[in-house]
């Protein structure tokens, strides 16, 4: 699977977008960019995956570049429910079958 | 709808003792895992399936052992506990390239 970069923290004020980038430069043809986000101690929860599109959900919105080495996820309208560590991984068949590795992520911290 | 459950939420186990981590998802997902995460860590996985009677190793497999027996079933053991296995336990599952649905973890303490 490839590797993904990311910024180990990042602010947002309450009400504006959050924009957390994401590297991927090694990303092959088959895998897909995901995106989750984990809450304090709660179990990691799914956000937004793609392929090569940009892709919207009732969540958030992933902007992936035309190369695919890297990607943006857009949270619209944070708010301080949207602070939270968040993973971006890069998803794909790998020796011996299918695997998931999640990175450090980004911690946002959303500000009132 | 339950999606991921796990059982039990919190154990506390003595040096040597063994155990096993039930998960369950109702789902009908073709793929299961299993992950550690350790304070101020990201999710590490042990082990992992892509379908009923399949398992492979993931990162982290040394001192865990799992079987998917059913579809809807993917359970960690543990054979002899020790204190660096004290965590937290995550269970998931997913299509084969769809987002991965967590379960809210067990919490095992090793003394």
């Known amino acids: 699977d490839a590797k993904t970069t990311q910024p180990p923290s990042m602010d947002c004020a309450e009400g504006r977008a959050a924009n957390l980038p994401c590297n991927h430069s090694?990303?092959?043809?088959?895998?897909?960019v995901y995106w989750y986000r984990q809450i304090h101690s709660q179990g990691p929860q799914y956000i937004i995956h793609?392929?090569?599109n940009n892709e919207t959900n009732e969540m958030a919105s992933l902007i992936i570049t035309e190369d695919r080495k890297s990607s943006t996820l857009i949270l619209p309208h944070a708010t301080l429910r949207d602070t939270a560590v968040y993973y971006c991984i890069v998803r794909g068949l790998g020796t011996g079958g299918f695997k998931t590795i999640f990175g450090a992520g980004t911690r946002l911290f959303v500000k009132a | 709808n339950a999606g991921v459950t796990q059982t039990p939420k919190f154990r506390v186990l003595k040096t040597g003792q063994s155990m096993t981590l039930l998960c369950a998802q109702d789902m009908n997902h073709e793929y299961m895992y299993w992950y550690r995460q350790d304070p101020g860590m990201g999710l590490r996985l042990i082990h992992y399936s892509v379908g009923e009677g399949t398992t492979a190793k993931g990162e982290v497999p040394d001192g865990y052992n799992v079987s998917r027996l059913k579809k809807q079933n993917f359970l960690l053991g543990l054979e002899s506990a020790a204190p660096s296995q004290t965590s937290v336990y995550f269970c998931?599952?997913?299509?084969?390239?769809?987002?991965?649905?967590f379960g809210q973890g067990t919490r095992l303490t090793v003394v």
């Open positions: 793609g392929l090569k």
């Open positions: 090694t990303i092959s043809g088959n895998e897909y």
């Open positions: 998931a599952s997913s299509y084969k390239d769809g987002g991965a649905f």
